[in-house]
């Protein structure tokens, strides 16, 4: 079995995908979405499937926050 890639394999490979105007990217093994996300690339599950994994419904939305009411047209 070939293990993950650590952090610093995986931060080499993207700064020599970006030098080249590349996109580091692999599959999701669970669903076979594709994947670029750091941490998902050094997980092999996406968001979704990592939260399933982890028996949870749904991830975390961190970044994400629902306002309504308030909605600006300008």
Excluded: F
Excluded at 41 to 56: T, Y
């Amino acid at each position: 079995m070939i293990a993950a890639p650590t952090a610093a394999v995986i931060a080499e490979m993207q700064r020599y995908a970006d030098s080249v105007g590349l996109v580091l990217t692999t599959r999701c093994t669970r669903c076979k979405a594709p994947l670029w996300n750091p941490k998902s690339l050094h997980h092999h599950l996406g968001p979704v499937c990592r939260a399933k994994e982890n028996g949870l419904d749904t991830p975390a939305k961190k970044s994400v926050q629902t306002v309504t009411g308030t909605r600006s047209n300008g």
